[in-house]
């Protein structure tokens, strides 16, 4: 949860507006709980997730409605970086950040290119 919380507070104290709107839908409470599940859940612990938003749990299509484009994620990815870096239980695991600023690095910039290519059906 600590790393959401970091994550997010970053988020909501940003100064561009365009970058702060595309989470405007939901409370920053909502928004590190809703992490907080994925990472759980994708990184191998129960489907707290699933459980919560339901059987569909597709990045892409769960982030279908959102202005997203490469600037937004890289943005986003900044934020978690400086998150991770953050986070104390991981400022001595190098390795831990490398695989985490990676994954994150990846899965943004997928968002943004498999949104590009959805059909209707898929959103």
């Known amino acids: 949860m600590k790393l959401s919380q970091l ?43 699933r459980q919560k938003k339901g059987k569909y749990t597709r990045l892409a299509g769960r982030h279908a409605n959102y202005p997203i484009g490469t600037n937004a994620a890289n943005r986003w990815v900044e934020h978690m970086v ?4 953050d986070h104390d239980a991981l400022k001595d695991d190098e390795e831990a950040r490398k695989h985490l600023v990676n994954y994150f690095r990846y899965t943004s910039h997928y968002i943004v290119a498999a949104m590009k290519y959805m059909r209707p059906d898929q959103v």
């Open 82 to 85: 400086l998150a991770i870096e």
């Open 7 to 49: 994550f997010y507070d970053r988020v909501f104290d940003d100064t561009e507006k365009w970058f702060l709107n595309i989470f405007s839908s939901s409370t920053k409470q909502e928004a590190v709980e809703n992490q907080y599940r994925f990472f759980v859940q994708t990184f191998g612990g129960p489907d707290l997730y």
